[in-house]
């Protein structure tokens, strides 16, 4: 063996109640290598990590660093055996600059000198490539900085094993090659670096080993350049799964939703969305790509209702009416030649001739409301709120990106969640739980929802559960717009692909698809345009079928963000 | 690191929460919890009564006095009954607020305004209106100005989104002193002591003073427990109490639900006002309510929001009062010792929540099992 081992895992094993996280887990990490976890949601990769780092106690099993057994009871015992961990969700002081926050906590001998600090900070930055000021106060960076702050932190502390939770989710493409450069560094100055992703392409390119965790259990560890894709797909999910989304080509596209000038100041009177405009069409799926926070949850928000609105027009094209003929908006001679062209029918849908009719019998006809035609209504949604807007027969769904926040109750069973739109429908001041119950049911069986019950609180079910009972109740509205916020995120493989599927079938039936995602492959290979926003301002809508992944991440980061201009 | 090793142990117990409970295993922690709650009790009898000093079997008397307290006599069992389900109603007039995450703390004062409203009315019209239509002016008035008592906060709630709990709070003690305003008014001699009123008293069924108003909390129980599980508006108050974004969501106006809960709230309150009104007090003492408003938050609490296990909190919280009267009565002792009894059951029965939503391990119980699975191989 040439390399030495950092870190030795033996037998781990946790329990949550009645769930096995982890189930005698055995691991190996060497010196200067960067090894990849691999794993569904709720597969163990977090548990796994906390217990190296002192959040969770395990169970049962042994630790060992550097050929020593030893116990992690604390952060500050993982910190003395030199392991760090970056989480998923950054605990920064807004006020403070990088450098005060990264020496925060940190015993030293002497007198605090924040010039020596900087001084210090500095040159770990400087040694690993990373770009930093550390008198910046972090108020005033960006994800991708707040994230350097947070790794150069556990530097500072001395770590040689460094975990990081999913530290490409919130990053752009451009942003995540710069990453994967200095950890790159950091490897070949013999730290070891765990890296948990879900995401393959990422762990093909920057990992030197991955080891695959299913269902709490350890299947294997392999070396990246002996395995591929398809190969980590079957070990993560245990079967073999398709990994292609069909996209059709939209047919009969007709503009649905036409938003004009959006702005919108949030509570602090910030512009969260800058004069955003578009259409969307039905039968087509639009993607939203943008960072986290650029505007993407408010811009959906505005659209159902849930957002007061400074300026701008939401404009609702419902699809083809029938409305009777009147001589308002119709001269008699307009009247005469469309019903010769077949444009009228009446309430049976049997088309009207006028053929052989007087005009005075012709004019009797229509006046008497019974020869109809087919129109477009055109409704403007803007500062409606959502119970307005499905009164004027808008069938608009949304997929919120807080599920059990905001699309369903958590402590409501699948019946009584099914009724969240529904249940003001019927006569009484009293609930009638029978449809909501047999939608549940069609939905539990249909989606293949697993739940102990349908009155089980949906709080307790699986993140993929709790998403396919939302996006089943959303879609069982037939809807003529459908708005989707990070539907996938949180779901394990097979889960996504059931979603993808689903909206893929509304747009087959000639839904006007809004799809807000964060995995750029996917929105490429899902939608039939992308529009991207930055900063609350659309930067540029493109063909999917033609835009690659580094044209997106230019988009998604080409203004400066505005709180500099203010400052 | 080596130096570290020696000190490094694992955690006596470390906690994890509980997925769910088996309602069986619930029921049981409970049990337990009251049976140690009684045990405790016990060894402060023990420590601090005189009479169960000297001769120990006398515990026997003092965990019967629990029983004696509301059984021993039908005059006691009836004023169990009473007193009960004057608790119960306050308690479920408090639930629909409750259900909604709107923390009431003002069902002392908004039942104390009923019986004053009821009284008032009682006072100016008794005797100069027929027996009927005063009962029914009287009801009226203890229904308004209960309601106006909880709409006051859900207002202001809602348009500039006070803090609810102090808010209601602080309406106790308006109420109090608008009790006192008026005893000055009504009662010339300023012994602000308001003598019965002739007028206004509800009927005795078949000779029973109490029997109408328990059949009246009965039916309110049934009804509330209806309205708050099978209604639109029960359904409404349930979404906006989980998460208002939600409510918002699916178009529910927030303002209008908690406005519209709290006046229910307030009813109810002046309901439960009326009935001490003209079914028990014929006055109003600054005291009418007696801080059931406050001991019904807990028979709230403890039922789970749920009209049907309040009856069984209701119930427990007074027969512990009761027994700890009858103790202060059968041991000659000062209504202080009751008291502390009462408050160490409560703080068992409150205290097991915590094992029924937590769970312990302890250390070494895993290395046993460990050892189990090796032995299995």
């Given amino acids: 063996m040439e390399k030495e081992l950092a870190l030795q895992m033996r037998g781990i094993t946790k329990r949550f109640g009645s769930v096995v996280a982890n189930d005698h887990v055995d691991l190996d990490v060497y010196q200067g290598e960067i090894l990849a976890i691999l794993g569904e949601n709720g597969c163990g990769k977090t548990t796994l990590m906390n217990m190296i780092s002192g959040i969770y106690f395990p169970d049962e099993g042994q630790i060992f660093v550097d050929g020593q057994e030893v116990v992690i009871r604390s952060p500050k015992d993982a910190f003395r055996h030199g392991i760090g ?29 924040l010039k020596t600090v900087n001084e210090k900070v500095g040159a770990l930055a400087n040694k690993y490539g990373f770009h930093l000021d550390p008198q910046k106060k972090i108020y005033d960076m960006s994800v991708s900085e707040k994230q350097t702050v947070e ?30 450069d200095v950890l790159r560094r950091m490897k070949a100055d013999g730290k070891s670096i765990i890296i948990i992703t879900h995401k393959l392409n990422e762990v093909l390119e920057v990992s030197d080993r991955v080891a695959i965790l299913r269902k ?27 990994l292609n989304i069909d996209r059709t080509e939209p047919k009969d596209a007709a503009p649905r939703l036409m938003v004009k000038g959006l702005n919108l100041d949030n509570s602090e009177g910030l512009h969260v969305l800058k004069d955003v405009s578009f259409t969307a069409y039905g039968g087509e799926i639009l993607g939203i790509a943008g960072i986290a926070g ?11 209702g849930l957002q007061p609105l400074k300026s701008g027009e939401i404009i609702f094209r419902n699809p083809k009416k029938d409305r009777p003929v009147t001589f308002f908006h119709k001269s008699m001679k307009r009247v005469k030649e469309l019903g010769a062209q077949g444009a009228f029918h009446d309430q049976d849908m049997r088309p009207v001739s006028f053929d052989g009719m007087s005009t005075a ?78 939608l549940a049911d069609e939905i539990i069986h249909d989606l293949e929802v697993v739940t102990p019950g349908v009155n089980t609180p949906v709080r307790r079910l699986s993140g993929g559960n709790v998403q396919k009972v939302l996006v089943g109740r959303e879609i069982a509205f037939a809807p003529k717009v459908l708005m989707a916020a990070y539907p996938v995120r949180g779901l394990d493989i097979n889960s996504s692909y059931t979603i993808y599927h689903l909206l893929n079938k509304q747009k087959e039936n000639g839904v006007a698809v809004i799809f807000v995602g964060e995995d750029l492959d996917v929105l490429l290979e899902l939608c039939d345009r992308i529009l991207v926003i930055n900063s609350g301002a659309v930067t540029g809508i493109v063909d999917a079928r033609a835009a690659t992944k580094e044209e997106i991440g230019l988009l998604m980061t080409k203004t400066e963000p505005i709180r500099k201009e203010d400052a | 690191m080596s130096q570290h090793h020696a000190e490094n142990k694992e955690p006596l117990v470390h906690l994890s929460k509980r997925p769910a409970i088996h309602p069986v295993k619930g029921a049981l922690i409970r049990l337990i919890a009251i049976l140690l709650g009684l045990v405790v009790c016990g060894l402060v009898a023990f420590l601090l009564i005189e009479k169960v000093r000297e001769k120990p079997e006398k515990i026997w008397d003092f965990y019967n006095a629990f029983i004696k307290g509301s059984f021993s006599t039908p005059r006691k069992f009836w004023k169990f009954l009473r007193s009960t389900a004057i608790l119960l109603g306050i308690a479920l007039a408090l639930t629909p607020a409750f259900r909604m995450r709107f923390w009431n703390t003002g069902a002392e004062g908004q039942t104390l305004v009923g019986v004053l409203g009821a009284i008032a009315v009682d006072f100016y019209l008794g005797g100069k209106i027929p027996e009927l239509l005063l009962l029914i002016l009287m009801l009226l008035a203890a229904l308004l100005c209960g309601a106006v008592w909880g709409v006051i906060p859900a207002l202001c709630k809602a348009k500039w989104n006070t803090n609810e709990t102090l808010f209601t709070l602080m309406m106790n003690y308006v109420a109090t002193f608008l009790v006192s305003y008026f005893l000055v008014i009504w009662v010339p001699n300023g012994s602000s002591s308001l003598p019965k009123m002739k007028f206004g008293k509800l009927p005795a069924i078949g000779g029973n003073d109490y029997l109408l108003i328990i059949l009246v909390i009965l039916a309110l129980t049934i009804a509330l427990y209806i309205y708050l599980n099978y209604s639109k508006h029960g359904y409404e108050i349930n979404v906006v109490g989980e ?130 699975k090796e032995g299995v191989k």
Wanted: glycine share 10%.
């Fill in chain 1, 85 to 113: 961990m970056i989480h998923q969700h950054f605990k920064l002081v807004d006020l403070f600059t990088a450098a005060e926050n990264i020496v925060l906590g940190v015993e030293e001998e002497g007198r605090y000198n």
């Fill in chain 1, 151 to 180: 790794i150069i932190k556990v530097l500072y502390r001395g770590a040689d094993i460094l975990i990081l939770d999913e530290p490409t989710a919130v990053l752009t493409p451009q942003e995540i090659s710069r990453l994967f």
């Fill in chain 1, 216 to 242: 709490g259990e350890h299947i294997a560890t392999v070396n990246t350049r002996d395995t591929n894709e398809a190969q980590l797909t079957e070990m993560m999910v245990g079967k073999k799964v398709s």
């Fill in chain 1, 294 to 304: 650029s505007g993407q949850r408010e811009l959906l928000e505005s659209i159902a």
């Fill in chain 1, 361 to 438: 019998a012709i004019r009797r006809w229509v006046e008497s409301g019974d020869v109809l035609f087919k129109e477009d209504e055109i409704i403007n949604l803007r500062n409606k709120t959502p119970l307005e807007i499905r009164e004027l027969g808008v069938r608009l769904s949304f997929v919120p990106e807080d599920r059990l926040g905001m699309g369903l109750v958590g402590s409501m069973g699948i019946t009584d969640n099914m009724m969240l739109r529904s249940y003001r429908k019927g006569p009484g001041g009293f609930l009638d739980r029978k449809k909501p119950r047999a």
């Fill in chain 2, 243 to 372: 998460s208002v974004r939600t409510a918002q969501y699916v178009g529910i106006s927030v303002p209008k639900v908690i406005i519209r809960t709290m006046i229910l709230s307030g009813m109810l309150c002046g309901l439960v006002g009326y009935l001490i009104a003209a079914g028990l007090d014929q006055t109003v003492t600054t005291n009418s309510v007696g801080g059931q408003g406050f001991t019904a938050i807990m028979v709230s609490w403890l039922g789970k929001f749920n009209p049907l296990f309040m009856i069984l909190t209701s119930g427990l919280i007074q027969l512990l009062n009761q027994g700890a009267a009858q103790i202060s009565q059968d041991f000659n002792v000062s209504g202080a010792l009751p008291a502390v009894v009462t408050g160490i059951i409560l703080f068992f029965i409150i205290g097991c929540e915590f094992f029924i939503n937590y769970e312990l391990h302890f250390r070494g119980r895993h290395a046993r099992g460990k050892a189990a």
